[in-house]
């Protein structure tokens, strides 16, 4: 991949035509060893938030060794990028074949569940021909938790109630010689809290089940920064999620984990995009709700932008933008702060795209090819910098 100093000498290198994303591994790189250095336990990698195999590459460099797959395809994907790395299947709901093909060609040993079902699709999955079953097991059962203090719900879906967590974690405990717990409070949390009320739940569930529990796996959900989106330090979070892990009834060795996806690659990936047309303050780019800005289409985020022109005077006003395919869904709302006099043919970098932008490219309308290249200098915003100024009110929650 070629290398340039920042987004305006890719600009001016190629006056691109077509969306172009630029990759920070030395951001990503800083984002692996803060984890690995502070956060009290073992951090997975959420592979599904970017599943690159450059930026899956520079993780392992920087000290992530656990890797939290959601299919087959991931399986694979990171089985063949990173033969040594240990791999967790914690996608709850999984077809038997890919659970025996995990098991029994990759070597995976850890899987979640939500549900008795699931449980004896993962003992049958793994039980040999010749009819022996697993004896090397880890098996996780996954909590339904609130959601309240996210950004983006994943309390929906997955997860056993509490109600009917005990009889759960107790027969799964016949199954395996190492037990844990995970849940998912939402992405990007906004408060540390969001980890006591979802802790406070694994208690209750541990306690009402009396099974020795072997790992507490607090998920994802480590926020990144966006404009309007400043979350207390993750060090605040870290702090918290020891504490309340700490007093937890569980196994004197007991392991805890997380498996954050944004926190690591947010600031991985940048987009430069190109004005098409402007229409009062609606700018038409090259990207959009079917390219790397999902999330600024469909749930209304905002990120960082900055025009890469030097002539423009103007003061900064609000636009929004219309991405290229023929849908009027292809519109992010923003706002998005931008030079007064941009115009047609000039070009915008939008940051923080490195975790479910980049990933999320798709070819609707022909549009979505996009040339990587990688750049050396800061992302847009950072959380691993050392320089951030810690927001007035801590533990605001910014609820939609
Ligand atoms: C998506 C997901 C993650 C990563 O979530 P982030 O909010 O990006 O940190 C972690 N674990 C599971 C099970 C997930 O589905």
């Known amino acids: 991949m070629h290398h340039y100093p920042d987004a305006r000498s890719v600009v001016r290198a190629f006056s691109p035509d077509e969306p172009v994303i630029l990759n920070r591994p030395q951001a990503a790189a800083r984002a692996a060893r803060f984890f690995t250095e502070k956060f009290p336990g073992k951090s997975l990698y959420a592979v599904k938030a970017n599943p690159s195999p450059d930026l899956i590459k520079v993780l392992w460099d920087n000290g992530i060794t656990h890797y939290d797959v959601a299919s087959i395809a991931e399986v694979r994907l990171v089985r063949a990028t990173l033969p040594g ?51 090397d097991l880890r098996l996780c059962v996954r909590l339904r938790v609130s959601s309240e203090y996210s950004e983006l719900s994943l309390a929906a879906k997955f997860g056993v109630d509490l109600a009917d967590a005990a009889p759960l974690l107790q027969a799964t405990r016949q199954h395996c010689d190492w037990l844990g717990v995970c849940f998912h409070v939402g992405s990007q949390a906004m408060t540390p809290f969001a980890y006591v009320q979802a802790l406070e739940r694994v208690r209750a569930a541990v306690a009402e089940a009396g099974v020795v529990i072997d790992m507490i796996d607090v998920g994802g959900g480590f926020p990144s920064v966006y404009p309007g989106m400043e979350p207390p330090p993750l060090e605040d979070y870290f702090d918290v999620i020891h504490r309340h892990y700490e007093a937890l009834p569980i196994a004197y060795n007991a392991e805890l984990w997380c498996e954050p996806g944004r926190a690591l690659c947010a600031e991985y990936s940048s987009l430069v995009v190109r004005v098409d047309k402007r229409r009062g303050d609606e700018l038409y780019i090259n990207d959009g709700a079917y390219g790397a800005l999902y999330d600024a289409a469909h749930v209304e985020w905002r990120f960082p932008v900055a025009a890469l022109e030097d002539d423009l005077r103007d003061a900064d006003r609000e636009f929004s933008f219309y991405g290229p395919t023929c849908d009027d869904a292809d519109f992010m709302q923003g706002p998005f702060l931008l030079p007064g006099d941009i115009q047609a043919g000039d070009y915008i970098e939008i940051g923080m795209l490195g975790a479910y932008g980049a990933a999320m490219k798709t070819g609707f309308n022909g549009f979505g090819n996009a040339e990587q290249f990688v750049v050396e200098d800061e992302p847009m915003a950072s959380l691993y910098r050392g320089d951030r100024v810690r927001p007035v009110t801590d533990n605001v929650v910014s609820l939609r």
């Open 85 to 135: 790395a240990e791999l967790c299947f914690m996608h709850p709901v999984k077809t038997e074949r890919a659970i025996r093909e995990a098991y029994f060609e990759h070597g995976v040993r850890t899987f979640s569940l939500d549900t008795v079902e699931e449980l004896e699709k993962i003992v049958t999955a793994c039980t040999s021909e010749a009819g022996e079953p697993a004896l």
